[in-house]
Structure formats: C-alpha cells, structure tokens
C-alpha cells in the first residue's frame, strides 16, 4: 500500500477510532449515554468528507512539489555559501553527456577532508574518539562547461566536523541556485494556485458545518481533520527531501586508499628504492576508475 493512500484511510480510521474509544465505556456492559454526541460528530465528519479529501489532495501535492524544493535552496543558501568550509578539489576527469535538459559535463572530482577512521563502525569510533585521519573522497558533479583534467576546483561544506561527504564546488552550488531562481516564478505560481484551492474548499467546508445541526461537532471533525491533513503532507514531504538530500549531497565517497593505505606503499616504495613521483592526490587517479565504477553501479 502506498504512503498516500495509507494517509488518506488514517482521515476516516483515526477520528472513528476515537469516537468508539470514547463510547464504549462500559459499566455492567451498558454503553456510556454520549452516543448521541458521539454520533454527531461521526455525521459531522462523514458530511465534511468530500471537502476533507479535496483539500487533502491540493495540500498534499503543494507539499510534496515545493517544500523539498525550499529546503534545498535554504541548504545551498545557509550551510553552504553563508556557512560553509571552503577547501581544495581537483577534477579528475570530464565526460560530455547530451540529455533532454541540455547539453552537460559529468566531472569526477576528489578533494580531501579529516574524517574519522572507523566513521561507519559506532562501536569502535566511540572506543576511539580521536581517531581521524586525512581521506581523499570522490564524486561525480554536473557541470555547465568542459572541465580540465586537474583543474583546481574551490570546494563548500556545510560541517566539516560532521559532513565531510556532503562536499560541492562552489560553481555547482551557483549553478543550483542561478536554476532554482529562474524557475521562482513557476513555484509561486503553483503557491498561489493551490492555496487559492486550498482557501476556497475550507471555505466550503466552514459553510457545510455552519448548517449543520450541531456545528460544535462540525467545527471540532474540520479542525481536526486540517490538522491531520497537514501534518501528514509535511511529514511525508520532509521524508522525501531528506531521501533526496543523502543522494544528492552527501554522497561522496573515500577513495579505496587511505592516508594509512598512502603511509605503507610510501614506505613499500622506498623499501625497493623507486621514487614516488610528486603528483596531486596520485593514489586518487589510481583508484579513481573503480570508484567510477563503484558509482556507476549503485
């Protein structure tokens, strides 16, 4: 069963349960004398139906559309270029890729941060607070021009202390934003048509409970009701920006080598007398296929 479709039949079980919690109280196996009001506000609420699942559907749809996209802009805009660490990167290479949004470059670019050694291992990183170390992470970025093969690249990150993974070249986050900002107008757009829906059905609805016999139980299944409906959508909405945001910002990943993996084949190559040469981020360009690879793949 789908999200939605599981919100939309908590409308109807969740104040029903309520009403025969509330009306089976039993002393002697004779049924509380609150039936009647009970009843009303079950009336009420099956009356409002029609104008709850509307609404539902208008304000589900205006949360699931534009808050993830709010809270991207608000992430680029606050943690990144406001707050954000800024460090070195380099590309590693460039692929041309033709789509259907226009024509793009796909960069691998590697960059290095202090992270710590056992950071997917609980156990052993609260056994080891201090253990962090220097490791190169890798990832493919979509770039508006041809980037060079060791261009250096200006990094963001929101924390390094907690995000590491979550690096973006400043160019990327501009072109995110300069996206974002042409498409403002379509969102608010949308913002004004669905909130004019949105303003029209509840004024329906405050109509149908005003007529009503008992528009005490009336006013109590709408008031309810509006605040399940948005509650719902926002927890449902959030759940998918922040599935959205570990694909699409924090998804960098170590390269195969660490700086201790680096320590022992320095040392190997001394051992044979062979001279490492002096390259940036060398054991990155070695394992950078199968990290491509590795991406490619998931």
């Not at 559907?57 to 270029?81: D, G, M, N, Q, W």
């Not at 949105?198 to 605040?227: H, K, Q, Y």
């Amino acid at each position: 069963m789908c999200r939605e479709a599981l919100i939309c039949r908590l409308l109807f079980v969740v104040p029903l349960l309520a009403v025969l919690a509330r009306a089976e109280e039993e002393d002697g196996g004779v049924v509380s004398t609150n039936d009647d009001g009970d009843m009303a506000w079950v009336q009420a609420f099956f009356d409002l139906c029609p104008y709850l699942v509307a609404i539902f559907f208008v304000v589900f749809s205006l949360h699931v559309y534009l808050y993830p996209k709010h809270a991207e802009r608000t992430l680029l805009r606050e943690e990144y270029i406001n707050t954000g660490a800024r460090m070195s990167g380099q590309a590693l290479s460039c692929d041309y890729r033709e789509g259907s949004g226009g024509d793009a470059f796909l960069a691998d670019v590697v960059y290095k941060a202090r992270e710590h050694k056992y950071i997917d291992n609980p156990s052993m990183k609260f056994r080891n607070p201090a253990a962090y170390e220097e490791k190169s992470f890798l990832r493919r970025f979509k770039f508006g021009r041809e980037v060079g093969r060791g261009e250096e690249l200006e990094m963001l990150i929101p924390d390094p202390e907690r995000s590491v993974r979550s690096g973006i070249p400043t160019e990327v986050v501009e072109q995110m934003l300069a996206k974002d900002a042409a498409a403002a107008g379509k969102y608010r757009i949308v913002l004004a048509l669905g909130g004019s829906v949105t303003v029209a059905l509840v004024a329906l609805a405050i109509r149908e409970v005003v007529w009503m016999d008992d528009p005490g139980a009336g006013w109590a299944a709408l008031i309810v009701s509006l605040a399940i409906i948005e509650v719902a959508s926002f927890l449902y909405s959030a759940d998918q920006y922040f599935k959205s945001k570990r694909r699409k910002f924090d998804s960098a990943r170590p390269t195969i080598a660490s700086a201790e993996q680096e320590a022992r084949e320095r040392a190997r190559e001394a051992a044979v007398g062979r001279k490492m040469p002096e390259v940036p981020f060398r054991i990155a360009h070695e394992f950078s296929g199968h990290a491509r690879a590795s991406l490619r793949q998931s």
